[in-house]
């Protein structure tokens, strides 16, 4: 009977003492993920935004707002890359040469993973934020129209790498913001590549 006891409280005792680690691990916990997430006021001022894309299909554009603008995600397919250079004849600055950007968007894919396009949503001619129209041959825009995104308000043209079109109003081509991979899934925008994981 005696020992029938000591044993409850031996179980007793063992159980209130896992609790207790689990409470303290939360409490150890929270201070840090408190730390990692900036407020809504480091937002408003510019803190990178992170963007889970692990549910971006090919093909399609998912956005977010930093620094009070549109950043556009296109989940770009294989075909979709391999006919970028194509396009070249078409566009103002293929090179993207006089574009605001990080220096590793100077090239057609304008991307750190080609599959994945990051730009601002905002026309560079007045502001308007352009249309996506990813369907090469679109009835709109005419059947040598490659794919890219449409300006409504003066009918600047962009490619599937944000690159203008040459003789619409857009001066240059759509701003690449700095932004890294923090994994495969998500995207840290406003943070330099050098902090990439
Ligand atoms: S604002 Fe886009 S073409 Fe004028």
Redesign the pocket.
């Known amino acids: 009977m005696t020992e029938q006891v000591d044993k409850g409280r031996r179980q007793l005792l063992t159980a209130a003492t896992a609790l207790t680690g689990a409470v303290g691990a939360a409490f150890a916990a929270a201070p840090f993920l408190a730390s990692w997430k900036p407020s809504a006021r480091a937002k408003a001022l510019g803190a990178p935004v992170e963007i889970d894309i692990s549910k971006l299909e090919t093909g399609s554009m998912l956005k977010v707002e930093w620094r009070g603008k549109p950043v556009w995600v296109v989940r770009r397919s294989q075909e979709m890359v391999g006919a970028l250079d194509a396009v070249d004849p078409l566009l103002a600055d293929p090179g993207s040469e006089s574009s605001e950007q990080p220096d590793f968007a100077r090239n057609p894919a304008r991307a750190l993973k080609p599959e994945y396009l990051v730009v601002l949503g905002v026309?560079t001619?007045?502001?308007?934020a352009?249309l996506s129209r990813f369907t090469p041959g679109d009835a709109e825009l005419g059947a040598d129209w490659p794919g890219g995104f449409y300006?409504p308000?003066?009918?600047?043209k962009f490619d599937l790498s944000g690159r203008v079109f040459k003789g619409v109003?857009?001066p240059t081509n759509l701003a690449v913001p700095p932004y890294a991979f923090v994994d495969d899934n998500h995207i840290l925008v406003g943070a330099d590549q050098s902090r990439a994981a």
Request: charge should be neutral; include cysteine.
């Open positions: 026309c001619h007045l502001g308007c352009p300006c308000c003066h009918g600047s109003p857009a």
